[in-house]
């Protein structure tokens, strides 16, 4: 055999992702910062003009701060009104998935053919349903006698139409993680709890959860990364003033935030700024998630 | 328990069971009325909205909008679909459709073989500097996409690849996701002698790969194949920022065009909805079984 062969493979094995990694991953990740300092035109993508600080002061004192705090504050909200209720929904649903069931298969499937869809096809059906002329959500409250509701135009009912869509995407995704999680859990736990006379919802609550927790840190990380980075539901629920995330702002997120000012205002240095800072808060997330995992270990 | 691999579907399977009691999804006890109710209540919430997708779509621009909302099928159907397939995003729905198709078939297929090569090598094989790799690929896992939007937006400009479907596939040839995913499956999947006797027998290692590592990995492919196509044709951000005003778009940049244009004709949006997302419905129908199992084991990536 030849030597090179056994050498040379494994690199050759994973050079195509390292290749692509540095030209569309590194090269990107550090060319952002470079431009985040710079004056760049969407139109003359050539042409950068130094400007120090300057992208990011604009961000948090200057011109723009007002819809920097704004979209900050919105996609703090957004994302815990479109994260929290969907995976406590999810871990209930996978618990009911667990038991023996009638049609488990077709239950499973159903859940999951949100998953099928397009944040832009679903996106538009929500907002059909949310529309305040003959939309299916006011016909509903009109008939508890309640509403009419200008969903798009109020901050907490905007932000609640779209977490419904984003919930509505993604609660049978994280059923199914938990309960994949859950039928990995040993027999002879719930044996025990039971022969210590602990009810059902004692057994969900003192066997099931502990034994799902790196599941549902796991879960919690990754919606909380999708909901940090939440853009096609607010641009295209707003319709004409998607792009700004409404027409007073009050559902833009970062993400609008970014697309807004780099491809509507022509200021791709400044969308720059936005994109590090978005970095920035993944990488607090994910610091204190290392946190929580080590204190998690530590505790077992 | 404690590892920080929650999940793995191939050693619960190899957990003895007691009895067939349990049956195969492991719950132990049979679900009440409730349960079921409940469950029933959640997958119609899942159906529901696809089903009157379907309903809009085949009413016309007043009979969507009226009170109280159609709940049965329209006659117009056929004359929204027709609308779309010849006037959305500027060339028709079957363009987009073709575009679409493409591009999450040329990624789907680059991205399950490149995997499948860098998750072999390292899951199986020896070699400088190979943590310190794995830990590479998998911090770019956290990575948002909005970090590379700008400077991909200037690279394909000056490649000449603006408004062109290859700036779809590029930065998306290989994911840290898929390599990381192949990992964690051959590593378990592909049993070391077999391949220390394909290596005694002198196979190469081209040939080691082409006839042991690629039949085992046959599965594997298949899910991230799956998991791969879904979020290629429902990739959104990046589309509608290199392909804004195309006359060449893929089926998500068609349909935004429908939902931010001036007119609000909620049948023809809800048409293009609906074509845009039947095939991936239709792909989802045929193998779903084996979506489900895929996302279940994706789960081990934590």
Redesign the interface.
């Known amino acids: ?2 030597r090179w ?3 040379g ?3 050759a ?2 050079a ?3 290749l ?2 540095a ?3 590194l ?3 550090l ?2 910062g470079w ?1 985040s300092f710079h004056r ?1 035109s969407l139109y003359n ?2 042409r950068a003009e130094w400007v120090g600080l300057r992208n990011y002061t604009d961000l948090f004192t200057g011109q723009v701060a007002h819809y920097f705090w704004n979209a900050l504050l919105n996609t703090v909200t957004l994302g815990a009104l479109a994260t929290i209720p969907q995976l406590l ?1 999810a871990l ?2 996978a618990h ?7 049609a ?26 949310f ?1 305040p ?4 959500a006011n ?1 509903l409250l ?1 008939l508890f006698g309640a509403g009419p509701v200008q969903w798009e135009a109020g901050r907490w009912t905007s932000q609640f139409a779209i977490s419904v869509i984003v919930t ?1 995407r993604w ?3 994280n059923a ?2 938990y ?9 002879e736990l ?1 044996e025990a709890a039971a022969l210590d006379g602990a009810s ?1 919802w004692q057994q969900f609550l003192h066997v099931t959860v502990p ?2 927790r ?2 549902i ?2 879960t919690v ?1 990754v919606s909380t ?1 999708g909901a ?2 939440l ?2 539901e607010p ?2 629920f707003g ?2 003033s ?2 700004q995330g409404g027409a007073d702002h009050q559902y833009e997120t ?2 609008i935030l ?2 807004d000012q ?2 509507h205002s022509s200021m ?1 240095g400044r ?2 700024a ?3 800072i ?2 920035a808060l ?1 990488l607090l997330i ?1 610091l204190v998630n290392a946190l929580i ?1 080590r204190r998690l ?1 530590a505790s ?1 | ?9 191939r ?2 399977r190899a ?1 003895p069971r ?1 009895s067939a009691r ?2 195969k ?7 009440g009325p409730i ?2 109710v ?3 209540l ?2 119609l ?3 529901f ?2 089903y ?2 379907l309903v ?1 779509a085949s009413t016309d621009s007043h009979a ?6 159609p709940m049965l099928p329209g006659g117009n159907l056929f004359k929204n679909l027709a609308y779309v397939w010849d006037n959305a995003g500027g060339r028709g729905m079957g363009v987009a459709l073709l575009n679409s198709t493409l591009v999450a078939a040329a990624v789907t297929v680059s991205t399950v073989t ?2 499948v ?2 998750g ?3 899951a199986k ?3 400088r500097g ?1 943590k310190v ?1 794995l830990g ?2 998998l911090s ?1 896992l ?14 394909t ?2 490649l000449g690849l603006g408004n062109h479907l290859g700036a779809l596939i ?5 994911t ?1 996701f898929g ?1 990381f995913f192949m990992r964690q499956f051959l590593s378990q999947a592909v049993p070391t002698e077999l391949l220390e006797a394909a ?1 005694v027998d ?1 196979a ?2 081209l040939r080691v ?1 082409w006839h042991v590592v690629f039949p085992v990995a046959r599965p594997a492919m298949a899910v991230l194949g799956m998991l791969t196509f ?1 979020q290629s ?2 990739d ?2 990046w589309p ?2 290199v392909m ?1 005003g195309s006359t060449n778009p893929t ?2 940049v068609a ?2 065009g ?3 244009g ?1 007119s ?1 004709d ?1 049948s023809v ?2 048409a ?3 074509m ?2 039947l095939p ?2 239709l ?2 129908a045929l193998f ?2 084996h ?2 199992g895929g ?5 081990v ?2």
């Open positions: 055999m030849h062969d056994t050498k493979t494994p690199y094995l994973v195509p992702f390292f692509v990694f030209a569309f991953g090269f990107p990740l060319y952002t431009l760049v993508v050539d929904m209930g649903l009911l998935l667990n038991y023996r069931l009638r488990r298969g077709f239950l499973r499937t159903a859940l999951l053919a949100p998953y099928a869809t397009s944040v832009a096809a679903a996106t538009l059906v929500f907002a059909l349903i529309s002329e003959g939309g299916m016909w009109g509505w609660t049978g995704y199914l993680i309960l994949a999680a859950m039928q990995a859990v040993p027999r719930y059902r034994a799902l790196p599941t840190l796991f990380i990364i940090t980075q853009f096609g641009y295209l319709g004409q998607g792009h970062l993400g970014m697309y780099g491809f791709l969308a720059s936005v994109a590090w978005m970095f993944l994910g995992t270990r077992q | 328990m404690t590892t920080t691999t929650p999940v793995s579907g050693s619960h957990v007691p349990a049956g999804a492991g719950g132990q006890h049979r679900a349960a079921h409940v469950l029933g959640a997958a919430a899942s159906l909205p696809l009157w997708t809009a969507v909008v009226s009170s109280p909302p490149f995997s090569l860098a072999f090598a390292f094989l020896r070699f190979k790799m590479l690929v770019t956290a990575v948002p996409a909005q970090l590379s939007v700008v400077p991909l937006f200037i690279l400009k000056n590029l930065p998306v040839l290989v840290a390599v290596r002198g190469n290692s790969i879904v044709w429902n959104f951000l509608i920022i804004n089926v998500q349909l935004a429908l939902g931010t001036w609000t909620w949006i809800t293009g909805a609906l845009g997302t991936l419905l792909v989802f779903g079984r979506i489900v996302i279940t084991q994706g789960a990536k934590g």
